[in-house]
């Protein structure tokens, strides 16, 4: 019953910016932990950004600190990414996840970002 839906992806410029969406339901998402991941092709899958039910900044991978921030709104069941100043190596599918402790995890279905001039 739970879902998670991302939205927002596309093309962008080097240097130019983007803000993810996610959108939940089927779960209380006030309690759960979220995350951004990413995939580029050819390599594993990375945690960019996570934050949880109580904090209100997020903790990043090092390639995006100062450059990307995780926050939340509770109100509309929505996890958002802001990306700036975005990178060709940027350049990845997006994923959102939710985390109940201690069992459960949700995946979205990904959104494509991709930064290329």
């Known amino acids: 019953q739970a879902h998670l839906v991302e939205s927002g992806g596309g093309l962008v410029q080097p240097g130019g910016s983007l803000r993810l969406s996610c959108a939940a339901s089927?779960?209380?998402?006030?309690?759960?932990?979220m995350s951004w991941y990413r995939q580029a092709p050819g390599k594993e899958r990375e945690l960019v950004a996570i934050?949880?039910?109580?904090?209100?900044?997020?903790n990043y991978a090092d390639s995006v600190k100062g450059r990307f921030a995780i926050f939340r709104d509770n109100a509309k069941n929505t996890v958002y990414l802001q990306m700036n100043s975005l990178k060709p190596e940027d350049t990845a599918m997006y994923y959102c996840q939710a985390t109940r402790l201690p069992f459960y995890n949700y995946w979205g279905q990904g959104t494509q970002v991709t930064v290329s001039s």
């Open positions: 089927g779960f209380t998402f006030s309690s759960a932990i």
């Open positions: 934050i949880s039910s109580a904090d209100s900044n997020g």
